[in-house]
Structures are given as C-alpha cells and as structure tokens.
C-alpha cells in the first residue's frame, strides 16, 4: 500500500450529490431524509497511474415516531470498476459503519450496509438511550453474493444533547473474539 502511495499518481473527477432535510443545528427534532451520491472517476487522460471509477451511494432517513421516540435507518452502497489503489477501497468495521468489529477490519472494492437505530429521549433532560443494529457485506475485487459473508452487530448507545455519544457493540457473526466495543463520538454522523 505504501508502495502505491509514494510512486504513483492519482488524477481524478469527483462529484457529489447531496439532499438533506434534517435541522443541522438539531437533526432529531423532526423526520426528515438525506441522500448523497459520490463519483469519481481516474483515468490516464488525466495524468493519472490509474483507471477506476468508484461510486457511493448513501440514504439516511430519520422517523419521529412521537415525541420522545425516533427511528433512524440508513443504507449504503459502494462500487467500482477498474483498478482501485488501497487507499481508495471501502472500510468497514468500526465507528459509523459496522459497530462491534475492529476499526476498518474488513477492506474491498464493493460493499453495502445497513444501520438501524431506535432513539428513545429522556423526558425533561438532553438525554436519549438508542438500541443499534448493524449489518454489511463487503468483497474484494469479485462480486457480492451468497458466497460473502454477511456482518452484523447489535449495540447500545447513550446520547447527551444531540452530539455526545457513547456506545457499546457487539458482532453477531461468531462466537470467539466478539466481545463489546466501546465508541465515544462527539459530533452526530449517521
């Protein structure tokens, strides 16, 4: 990967769509719906080492189910085609993606992911508890199917404001080496 990065050069187009309804100062305050779309794409007309092109495609919805009740949901894609170097592959595992696995333990060319989250807020305070769910396959140069994998995990999460949160996952996928993961985040991405 090393390698890559210091002899080769990358030239490329990047675009992106984004649609977002959320409050930014206060993003569970009412439903709303956010969706982006990334393209890039390298090539050697553009002095580039490389020819790919990668593309993301990422909804989040948030449901006010009452007051104090809310369910988040997103779903992500992500693809290529050509050669994609290292440091462009798709991660997950870890913090925003698949909760309860090691920090960017899984890397390929092409994934999807799911994340689920029901919030329930403290009546009267800036606090809010969330049961997570987590789930994702991702391949390496080949395609998604029956044959990966799927990766899931199941976790809490404790929220003070709308920014502050501390969670805790577990994998779903084995039975050895799946103990809990503790996360502290102190802006909201989802």
């Given at each position: 990967g090393i390698e890559e990065i210091d002899t080769t050069a990358n030239a490329g187009l990047h675009?992106?769509?984004?649609?977002?309804?959320?409050d930014s100062d206060d993003p569970f305050s009412k439903s709303a719906v956010a969706l982006t779309g990334e393209f890039e794409w390298s090539s050697p007309d553009l002095n580039s080492d490389f020819d790919y092109r990668r593309y993301t495609l990422n909804l989040r919805r948030y449901q006010k189910l009452n007051r104090h009740t809310m369910l988040l949901a997103r779903v992500m894609y992500g693809g290529s085609d050509g050669y994609?170097?290292?440091?462009?592959?798709?991660?997950?595992?870890?913090?925003?993606?698949?909760?309860g696995y090691f920090t960017k333990e899984y890397m390929g060319t092409?994934?999807?992911?799911?994340?689920?989250?029901?919030?329930?807020?403290?009546?009267?305070?800036?606090?809010?508890?969330?049961?997570?769910?987590?789930?994702?396959?991702?391949a390496n140069d080949r395609k998604l199917n029956d044959q990966v994998d799927i990766k899931q995990s199941l976790g809490l999460a404790l929220y003070v404001g709308s920014d502050t949160r501390i969670s805790v996952a577990r994998r779903l996928d084995r039975s050895y080496d799946n103990g809990p993961r503790l996360y502290a985040r102190l802006s909201h991405v989802f």
């Open positions: 675009f992106l769509v984004d649609y977002d309804t959320r994609l170097p290292m440091y462009k592959r798709f991660f997950l595992g870890g913090l925003n993606t698949l909760r092409r994934f999807w992911m799911g994340n689920a989250e029901y919030r329930f807020s403290f009546p009267h305070s800036d606090l809010a508890l969330s049961v997570l769910y987590d789930v994702g396959q991702i």
